[in-house]
């Protein structure tokens, strides 16, 4: 029957496609669909008959239904969009317990979660520091080969690029500034000034080279920055740093990549898609106070995502993804034209918060007051009862803390704006336990020594620090002229690893792992000597230099209070982002300042000059003999003035010849 009513179908829009009555063919449309509910009811009532004739099938139907966890239908009720009343509901509940229940379970549960967070820490130089964290965990296994069609808070372009080339880990961050480590102490999450990104593959990955090129294009078009400028001049393959952070330490180094952007530009372009992923928007939750205008003028700005497999419980039986964005802000005193030391919310973001994500099933806003406990340095309105406390970065630091899934923190305007007020103008130089900068010496365009410092300010614990440098290939290091110096003696590296560049293919990879001595200041040094380079390759402003990625430092530093080993436990995200295996001590990873070196350099004005020069000549020595042999001489007899014509006339007239 279905066959008969497609081809009547068929034939009566091929006649009304010819004609211009569209009514008719409405009542035909009408017509056939009232043949298919027909078909479709008489198809029913065979199945009643039969449900009818065999009631064992209803009895197992109904035992199927009453089997289901309840787990999963808490799960979709927080799906639901409509919102209804309790006796609504109950009633719903009762009338299609059965044919919902059925319905439900034959589309895939979603085992996701999503939390947010924001961290203000007030710096005694009367800057603020604002971290904010979005992590979304996601019970799902992109690399098993089935296909994921169905996203509830993960974002589909980023599970699309873990499904097809075979992700373990990825680490991407965009900083704008850099991070000054002696006033503002050690950030929560580091990052290098410009863009870095690196990445573990699965081990299925049979090309690497090639699946990260098509990986950075494909980043670099999700979150419109230049990562389509990595290539194989600027990755390197590092063999000791960079563990993943995720499930698994003991991996093949040979499915990591690392490059680094230090002239990337961060702007608003990069902020919006970054944005988009999460499942709120910029529409609600603590998101809303991500504006631009506000977030760039500011001293520091940095952005990140970063994804990577985690345990579920202690004992690791289930594995989720996790996507955790991240946004760290400076906001300077002077640079945001403050007449006073007082921070707000709206003065920050130019925004205040009026509710939670409706998506997170935590939204917290943690407020930094261990150097302020009895309102000494300033003071914090509205106040709030609750307060906790987190070992963050081998310290134990207290926190108030700001529930947004409660309505009694919005108060009664149902508006939270937190008012941070300075009472106090002195602030200290805060000495973390581990520092370094780098800078370049030497003069001339020849040669020159590359210097890094790295300090220990711990007063009787030493402790390794694992040193990765990248330099691109035009400045040639002479790695017989590397020392390793600390108070004045020399400091042999117990592990050394050094991959020399190709030039234009490959840049300097150097590795060592160094002892610090307590209290000291260690000091490495290699000189180089600059490449000349193709006029091809320079920048458009060779002049204002080429720029050196950052060195990383990564080690495990001395803890002054026990830290928690067992990730699975409930604590904050700010707290939780590195693995800590021993109570003792705590991983910290330091970057230094990019270096700007300048290159010898040709006149590029010179070509100018000389095209101003020749077309100088030209126009004037063959305008001048073109002007000479086309031009056409004549001689012409000047007119007489009106005295001389009235004279001849009247010379005329008395019969005198003219004059």
């Not at 150097?371 to 309105?381: A, C, G, K």
């Not at 040709?602 to 020069?613: E, Q």
């Not at 009106?642 to 006339?649: F, H, Q, V």
Request: a negative charge.
């Amino acid at each position: 029957m279905n066959a008969e009513v497609n081809q009547f179908i068929g034939r009566k829009m091929a006649a009304h496609r010819c004609s211009h009555s569209v009514w008719q063919f409405l009542l035909f449309s009408l017509l056939a669909f009232h043949l298919a509910d027909s078909q479709e009811t008489a198809l029913i009532n065979e199945n009643n008959a039969s449900v009818v004739d065999n009631p064992q099938t209803t009895t197992e139907t109904a035992k199927q239904t009453a089997e289901q966890p309840a787990v999963e239908e808490r799960q979709w009720e927080e799906t639901e969009v409509k919102e209804s009343s309790p006796h609504d509901a109950a009633a719903e509940k009762e009338d299609s317990s059965a044919s919902d229940t059925t319905v439900l379970t034959s589309i895939p549960q979603p085992k996701d979660d999503f939390t947010e967070e924001l961290v203000i820490r007030p710096l005694h130089s009367g800057d603020i520091y604002a971290s904010f964290q979005f992590r979304t965990l996601w019970e799902t296994d992109f690399n098993a080969g089935n296909k994921v069609s169905h996203y509830r808070l993960f974002p589909k372009c980023l599970g699309q690029v873990i499904s097809k080339f075979s992700v373990r880990e990825l680490h991407i961050s965009f900083t704008q500034g850099y991070w000054r480590t002696m006033q503002w102490g050690q950030p929560f999450l580091p990052s290098p000034p410009g863009a870095e990104l690196w990445v573990w593959f699965q081990d299925s990955v049979t090309d690497v080279d090639a699946t990260w090129k098509e990986l950075t294009n494909v980043l670099s078009g999700i979150f419109c920055a230049s990562l389509n400028f990595i290539d194989s001049i600027n990755t390197v393959q590092p063999s000791a740093s960079f563990k993943p952070l995720g499930i698994g330490n003991v991996t093949d180094h040979h499915f990591l990549r690392y490059a680094t952007l230090p002239r990337e530009i961060v702007c608003t372009e990069n902020l919006t898609p970054w944005k988009k992923l999460l499942p709120c928007g910029s529409k609600a939750g603590l998101a809303v106070l991500l504006k631009s205008e506000k977030l760039f003028h500011s001293s520091f700005h940095s952005q990140a995502v970063h994804i990577r497999p985690v345990c579920q419980d202690w004992q690791c039986k289930t594995t989720s993804w996790e996507l955790r964005q991240t946004l760290n802000i400076v906001f300077d005193l002077h640079t945001s034209a403050q007449s006073k030391r007082e921070w707000s919310l709206f003065k920050m973001f130019s925004r205040t918060l009026t509710e939670a994500c409706p998506l997170a099933s935590s939204s917290k806003i943690y407020v930094d007051v261990t150097d302020n406990p009895q309102e000494e340095l300033f003071e914090l309105s509205p106040a709030t009862p609750l307060l906790s406390q987190a070992g963050v970065l081998g310290d134990r630091r207290t926190f108030s803390v700001y529930d947004l899934t409660q309505q009694i923190t919005f108060g009664t305007m149902r508006s939270l704006n937190l008012l941070i007020r300075w009472k106090s103008t002195e602030g200290e130089m805060l000495r973390p336990v581990l520092h370094a900068e780098r800078y370049v010496a030497g003069y001339g365009l020849q040669t020159g020594e590359i210097h890094t410092l790295i300090y220990n300010n711990h007063p009787f614990r030493s402790f390794p620090v694992l040193l990765l440098d990248s330099v691109p290939w035009y400045l040639r290091l002479y790695i017989h002229t590397l020392t390793v110096t600390s108070k004045g003696k020399d400091n042999k590296p117990s592990y050394i690893h050094y991959q020399p560049s190709k030039d234009r293919i490959r840049p300097h990879l150097l590795e060592m792992l160094v002892q610090l001595p307590p209290h000291s200041a260690t000091e490495v040094t290699v000189q180089f000597e600059r490449a000349l380079l193709k006029w091809t390759e320079y920048t458009p402003d060779p002049n204002h230099g080429f720029y050196v990625g950052s060195s990383v430092i990564s080690s495990l530093v001395p803890s002054t209070v026990a830290m928690g080993t067992n990730i699975t436990q409930e604590q904050p995200l700010f707290s939780s982002f590195f693995p800590c295996k021993e109570e003792t001590s705590y991983f910290v990873r330091v970057y230094t300042e990019p270096l700007l070196v300048n290159l010898p350099t040709p006149d590029f004005s010179m070509p100018y000059n000389v095209i101003c020069l020749t077309c100088t000549v030209v126009a004037v020595g063959y305008g001048s003999l073109y002007n000479l042999l086309t031009r056409s001489f004549q001689i012409e007899e000047p007119n007489p003035g009106l005295a001389k014509r009235i004279a001849n006339i009247i010379r005329k007239m008395r019969g005198v010849p003219p004059l």
